[in-house]
């Protein structure tokens, strides 16, 4: 069914790959201009349609650079209320930045978060308003080329890589596979955490990475279930029977996986990307979890999920009910930590230097 249905989408997603080509073309040629800035920036990106790991890699990125470096993010703002350059407040909430920004915003105060769907304009105004900043993270910022980054580092999921995927809307690729080529490093994310030689060299293979690029393959490490009240109400069991996980993202599996072997049961209630929930949305999975014939229930939803749920009248709602997220962060196989540190930190340090 699936192969039919790229068969019968194939010329839609031929004339979408064809025009973004040309509009890459006219980027190549010069007619359309890239900017490049004296400052680090890294752009985080991928040529797939979401789920590939953006948002933890972005963190990772803050934790290995903040030590030496002062930083800013600045990203779409997926799903917000509002348009133009914002920057991120202690006030900032979901409708004004959308959830990836408002996400960084709450676990790395001491950076600047800023959302602008146009991301040449939103670097200018940033770096305007803070001076100091030496290292701009770009957030999904792959295929907006008006801004030329320094070092592009292009994710792509083991679980669909994307040389066996299609462009839109017969697959999940915004582009033909060969815009990959842009990047500087490619990390194949979401690896099983054993992860042999064999399969390491079989990618390689399909990927066939150009001679300037590098390729590292990262891992998701799950952090103990947090509650989703604050103090400690409400504390993870250590013997679940059912646990019923409700999640607006892109790709659940490897949640599900994690949360596979911590009960007896996995019951998934599954919403769009992003999805901006409602007092019906919440009226509905609570219903649906007081239903689960078990005392030994609790419900479970992601991290970035939370971002949505964060409000006065949403946290009264799950006042009486077990409500806990998972913390994600990732982690790279063997040497490829180093290495992928050691090109990130060299960048960086050159362009402070020239600065």
Known sequence: MRKFHQFILAPV???????????????????????????????????????????????????????????????????????????????????????EPLQYLKKFPDIKVAVDEKRRRGITLLLGKFPELEVILLDDAFQHRYVKP??????????????????????????????????????????????????????????????????????????????????????????????????????????KEYLERKCSELVTLRFSDHHPYTEKDLDFIIRKFEDLPTQKKVLVTSEKDVMRLKTPEFCTKFRNIPLFYVPIEIDFHGNDKEQFNNEVLAYVEKTKRNH
Do not use: W
């Not at 010069?30 to 890699?57: C, D, E, H, Q």
């Not at 703002?77 to 202690?90: A, C, L, N, P, V």
């Not at 592009?152 to 809307?169: A, E, G, K, M, N």
């Open 13 to 99: 997603s031929f004339l979408y790959g064809l025009f973004m080509q040309i509009r890459n073309f006219l980027f190549d040629l010069g007619i359309l201009t890239s900017k490049s800035f004296r400052n680090a920036v890294i752009s985080v990106g991928n040529l797939s349609y979401g789920g590939t790991g953006k948002t933890p890699m972005v963190e990772y990125l803050v934790r290995l650079l903040q030590p030496s470096s002062i930083i800013g993010t600045l990203s779409r703002g997926y799903g917000r209320e509002s348009k133009g350059f914002i920057i991120g407040t202690k006030r900032s909430n979901i409708k004004y930045i959308g959830d």
């Open 150 to 255: 320094g070092l592009s580092i292009l994710l792509t999921d083991y679980h669909q890589l994307y040389t066996d995927d299609f462009v839109l809307p017969s697959g999940t690729l915004r582009e033909f596979r060969n815009g990959a080529k842009r990047a500087d490093i490619i990390v194949v994310t979401k690896t099983p955490k054993i992860f042999s030689p064999i399969t390491r060299r079989r990618i390689l293979e399909d990927l066939k990475p150009a001679n300037h690029q590098r390729v590292f393959f990262s891992y998701i490490c799950y952090g103990a279930p947090v509650a989703f009240q604050d103090g400690d109400r409400f504390l993870f069991p250590e013997k679940v029977t059912t646990i019923l996980l409700f999640t607006g993202i892109a790709d659940n599996y490897p949640l």
